[in-house]
């Protein structure tokens, strides 16, 4: 007579990223090579540019700038938030990069070459750095992740202009200066804020249309070039979040076939 025995326990392994320690060691390596890769971008893609008191290259700067926020900084946010529970990954990674920076400014440009002391890149970085952390803590990691590109990575491009002159150094950009007229011998007193306008190249823009704002005729402002720069960054944003998004079900595809062999029952 047979008799009715009790079926033994499905084993089931440990998933991957149990430990604390292991926890620990994951997330030092991953913020240490996100800092990494943010520098060697931001380095390659800047360079010293931010000892400038404007980019001297002014018609590449969105291609270069969007590139770095437009990638970097949602991946970063969603990575951190999938696999730490971290919800301000992009802020976190910049805020570890301006510590390297900040070692690297003093002692090779200022230190060993006397370059003036300033920082026009972490401010030019920090809005889209916050903007991608809250983006995706409105939209969520799977469920509306093409919306959560698409709106952090068109943010990321829009907000490099505003961060970078609104954290610039204000009361000087406000300090009227002298500037000599070689035509009538005279001294023309105007603010730095429109020295600096006047030696950015505006293209083909006339100056009577680029200067021009009445309340009457609004719409001259937006000839403005800081305003299309602004408006072109958003649509480079745009573009790159095409191959954020690609990145991004990437390394979602790539982590979901390794968990399944940390998760699935033992001979499965």
């Excluded at 970097?72 to 529970?85: R, T």
């Excluded at 992009?90 to 370059?115: D, E, I, K, P, S």
């Excluded at 402002?221 to 998004?245: A, K, L, Q, R």
């Amino acid at each position: 007579m047979a008799t009715a025995t009790a079926e033994a326990p499905e084993t089931v392994r440990a998933p991957f990223f149990t430990t604390r320690v292991i926890t620990f060691i994951a997330f030092t390596a991953t913020l240490i090579f996100s800092q990494n890769m943010f520098s060697v971008s931001s380095q390659i893609g800047v360079g010293d540019w931010e000892f400038w008191i404007d980019w001297k290259d002014y018609a590449w700067a969105p291609f270069v700038y969007t590139w770095i926020v437009a990638v970097h900084f949602p991946v970063y946010s969603w990575v951190f938030n999938k696999f730490f529970k971290v919800y301000f990954g992009a802020t976190l990674v910049l805020m570890f990069w301006f510590l390297q920076r900040t070692l690297m400014v003093q002692l090779f440009y200022v230190g060993m070459n006397n370059y003036p002391f300033n920082y026009v890149q972490l401010p030019s970085y920090l809005l889209p750095a916050m903007a991608t952390d809250f983006t995706l803590i409105l939209f969520g990691l799977k469920k509306h992740m093409g919306l959560y590109v698409l709106i952090s990575c068109f943010l990321a491009g829009v907000l490099v202009v505003p961060g970078h002159f609104l954290f610039l150094n204000v009361p000087f950009l406000m300090t009227n200066v002298g500037l000599p007229d070689p035509l009538t011998g005279g001294i023309h007193n105007m603010p730095v804020w429109s020295l600096i306008r006047m030696v950015i190249p505006k293209a083909p823009i006339p100056s009577y249309i680029a200067e021009g704002f009445t309340w009457p005729l609004p719409y001259k402002s937006f000839y403005d070039p800081y305003v299309i720069m602004t408006g072109f960054m958003g649509i480079m944003g745009v573009v790159w979040s095409g191959f954020t998004y690609i990145f991004l079900r990437a390394i979602f595809f790539g982590y979901e076939k390794t968990i399944k062999r940390f998760v699935g029952p033992a001979g499965a």
